[in-house]
């Protein structure tokens, strides 16, 4: 979306954020952009003698790099995970230096897979996996996964669902997150608006923009990132996918929403008409995000990232599902990825042992409560230190709920370009500039040009 988180998820994401494009969603995971990560403390090896060329030293032990994408406080988090795994794993040393942050690090890896030198493993945006996975560097963690110490089917679907590549396993799931609503109670009481509950309708959220938008005190009902990236994409998926469409049609060589396109433009027309959004010129939402802590905004759509900012900020907040048009929840999920690359026999078991003990609950359950994303999986959601997350932080159970229905982006080598034509389309809309039909027309000419394109 995130952390991002992060966030990168995508326009690319390539995105910055996400993947092509990106969301820049999560701030607490992404922060930056794209400046090189200096060696990670306490992450050297040392006194293990010489290492030869496959990573093997002369006491056996192996050492593996990692391109973790991080910053901040997740660096910090992910940093303490590594030295308890070395403790418990003494043969095996992990080395957290070089790469880049995650909104480029698509690049960073496909320029080093194009020279030969690349990292053991690399935090992947989980839309960029399609086109990572073609190469055959990428490790196939099938078998891996299938017989993990924890049931595959006890993740997520929308994990699982983001590192599936034709029916195999190309990463591991590193990130989990889902879009809610977070509303601004004070501005609801000023306005004598009752708060949306689970089952509303887009037609409510649009109306209660309406009402929330005060022009001369600077209010807005909503906002709405306005860049084009994934940022601005992903929150468009979840109303085309509950109106029945999809991102690539059954035959793979269209668009799956030419209809449910043109329709969820119209919500957003409609919050133009209204001068109930803010439209968000910047990469990453910041300024949206800081209108909305600034109390000047009513309704903003987020993930679970966004909730430490709000709270800092003193805002008395509710979170509430998505709106539908169908009744039926829905939601999207951007998950990221940890995906290994084949530096040899040694370095490829100790990459699996490493991302196999990081996704377990133990671990996971640090990673979430400290990097602000949701678990990887039910076992994860058990843990009495999650449960405590819940109990002390409003709102978040509904983005773990909203699990069960969330969807993920299609892991398609095209994803970018059909991501670039649908926020050229948004950014359309948001800016006045042509009708929500006249938008998705040249969407679905560009998307699908780029879906004909062998790959």
Not at 41 to 47: D, E, H, K, R
Not at 279 to 298: L, N
Not at 310 to 326: C, G, M, N, R, W
Request: proline share 6%; net charge neutral.
């Amino acid at each position: 979306m995130s952390r991002q988180r992060m966030p990168a998820m995508d326009a690319v994401r390539p995105d910055a954020v996400r993947r092509g494009a990106g969301p820049s969603r999560r701030g607490v995971l992404r922060a930056g952009g794209g400046a090189v990560l200096g060696t990670a403390a306490g992450t050297a090896v040392g006194g293990c003698g010489a290492a030869t060329d496959d990573g093997v030293a002369a006491d056996g032990t192996v050492t593996i790099e990692v391109w973790h994408g991080q910053a901040d406080t997740a660096k910090k988090i992910l940093e303490g995970l590594v030295a308890d795994f070395e403790r418990d794993h003494p043969r095996i040393r992990v080395d957290l230096g070089g790469g880049v942050l995650s909104d480029v690090m698509l690049q960073k890896v496909t320029a080093a897979l194009a020279a030969g030198s690349y990292p053991d493993i690399a935090y992947i945006f989980g839309s960029d996996l399609a086109r990572v996975a073609r190469g055959p560097q990428v490790v196939d963690l099938t078998s891996t996964v299938g017989s993990g110490p924890l049931p595959w089917k006890n993740y997520w679907a929308a994990a699982r669902d983001a590192v599936t590549v034709n029916d195999r396993v190309r990463a591991a799931p590193a990130v989990l997150d889902a879009l809610a609503v977070v509303c601004n109670k004070r501005l609801f009481r000023a306005a004598g608006l009752d708060l949306p509950e689970a089952g509303w309708t887009w037609q409510d959220f649009t109306g209660l923009a309406r009402r929330l938008t005060d022009k001369n005190a600077g209010r807005f009902g909503t906002g709405w990132p306005g860049t084009g990236d994934e940022d601005t994409v992903w929150r468009l998926w979840p109303m085309i996918w509950d109106l029945g469409g999809d991102v690539v049609d059954g035959s793979g060589k269209g668009i799956g929403f030419a209809d449910s396109g043109v329709r969820a433009l119209e919500v957003v027309a409609e919050l133009v008409r209204d001068n109930s959004v803010y439209v968000d010129p910047k990469p990453g939402s910041e300024q949206m995000y800081q209108v909305f802590a600034s109390g000047r905004m009513g309704m903003v759509v987020t993930g679970p990232w966004q909730l430490p900012d709000i709270e800092q900020a003193k805002i008395d907040y509710h979170v509430v599902p998505l709106p539908t048009f169908s009744g039926k929840p829905v939601t999207i999920s951007g998950p990221d990825t940890w995906t290994l690359f084949d530096n040899g026999a040694a370095r490829t078991r100790a990459a699996r042992t490493f991302v196999t003990w990081l996704t377990q609950p133990a671990q996971d359950v640090r990673w979430a409560v400290g990097a602000g994303s949701l678990p990887l999986s039910r076992r994860t959601e058990e843990q009495p230190a999650w449960r405590r997350k819940v109990a002390d932080t409003e709102g978040l159970s509904v983005f773990t709920e909203a699990l069960d229905s969330a969807r993920v982006r299609p892991v398609h080598p095209a994803y970018p370009e059909v991501s670039q034509a649908l926020g050229q389309a948004i950014v359309t809309v948001l800016l006045g500039r042509g009708s929500p039909a006249a938008a998705l027309r040249s969407c679905a000419d560009e998307a699908d040009a780029a879906l004909l394109i062998p790959r």
